[in-house]
């Protein structure tokens, strides 16, 4: 069965465009979900909306949006004044740019959504946009009105058809100086940065989503197979954390390398030691 669209419009540059559909590139309806269950009963609870000064409940018709100015002091917004803040849709994703994926962060990155063409007649400008694309190995910046807001795209060839992310506004985006100012400014150098190198070249490898399980869905999974089956819940040990203090250690460690260090250092003191002790001919001299 085809997938449901999540949106459908055009996507338009310059005087080229052609009738679009969206659809979710990511999904969490294949997780294991729970209701909320009265532990008495068994029965299923509802969410009310409650008075937080009477206690009574609000019906849906009495629910309405308030900024707070001050504590408990809020401007009342009507549904009517929400819904005109909506902008217009004229249903375009309009191309203000074309430009390298790598010049944006990838922090600003939001949702990927799939984009094809809605209509057997959409074909030929569809393919044009995705090939001129691929070969100047340029994303697309496009506008349009998504889910009631107005949203930035980066969108780029995948395969026979292209992928839309929505980006992050600037103001979502939290500043990265504020996260890394208590970071210290340390140099690495020598047979740190060396070690360093010769981990990670030897760690080097590709993605596959595949090779990568949510344990905890995992871990759910097993839980209510469990108890379905009548069968004891194990109980998980404490994992084991090794304690390493010695970065120099740890680095060799990681290569592989601790051992060689241990030969090598009883290589040397056994060197030295013969060294100092005197040959049996000097012995005899003697």
């Not at 993605?207 to 197979?225: G, I, N, P, Q």
Request: net charge positive; proline share 4%; hydrophobic share 40%.
């Amino acid at each position: 069965m085809s997938p449901r669209a999540q949106w459908k419009g055009y996507l338009k540059f310059g005087e080229v465009s052609c009738a679009v559909a969206l659809y979710a590139a990511v999904s969490t309806s294949e997780r294991i979900s729970f209701h909320t269950l009265n532990r008495e009963t068994g029965n299923r609870v509802r969410r009310e909306f409650i008075d937080s000064e009477t206690e009574k409940p609000v019906s849906r018709e009495d629910q309405v949006k308030g900024y707070e100015l001050n504590k408990d002091d809020y401007i009342v917004l009507e549904p009517e004044e929400v819904a005109a803040a909506v902008p217009e849709s004229d249903k375009v994703l309009h191309v203000q740019a074309f430009l390298a994926c790598s010049d944006i962060d990838d922090v600003y990155f939001d949702r990927p959504y799939y984009l094809a063409p809605s209509a057997p007649a959409a074909g030929d400008a569809f393919a044009l946009i995705r090939e001129g694309m691929r070969a100047g190995k340029v994303a697309a910046i496009a506008r349009t009105v998504l889910f009631r807001r107005l949203r930035t795209m980066m969108i780029r060839a995948h395969g026979k058809g292209l992928i839309a992310t929505t980006l992050n506004f600037d103001y979502e985006v939290r500043s990265a100086k504020e996260a890394f100012e208590d970071v210290p400014d340390i140099k690495i150098k020598g047979e740190m940065l060396d070690l360093a190198r010769h981990i990670i070249a030897t760690k080097k490898g590709r993605f596959d989503a595949s090779e990568f399980d949510d344990r905890y869905e995992a871990a759910l999974a097993d839980l209510v197979k469990a108890k379905i089956e009548g069968r004891a819940i194990p109980q998980r040990k404490p994992a084991k954390v090794a304690e390493v203090t010695d970065l120099m250690k740890a680095l060799r460690q990681s290569a592989g390398l601790d051992g060689q260090s241990k030969t090598r250092a009883k290589s040397r003191k056994a060197t030295k030691s013969r060294a100092a002790s005197p040959s049996r001919s000097q012995r005899k001299a003697s």
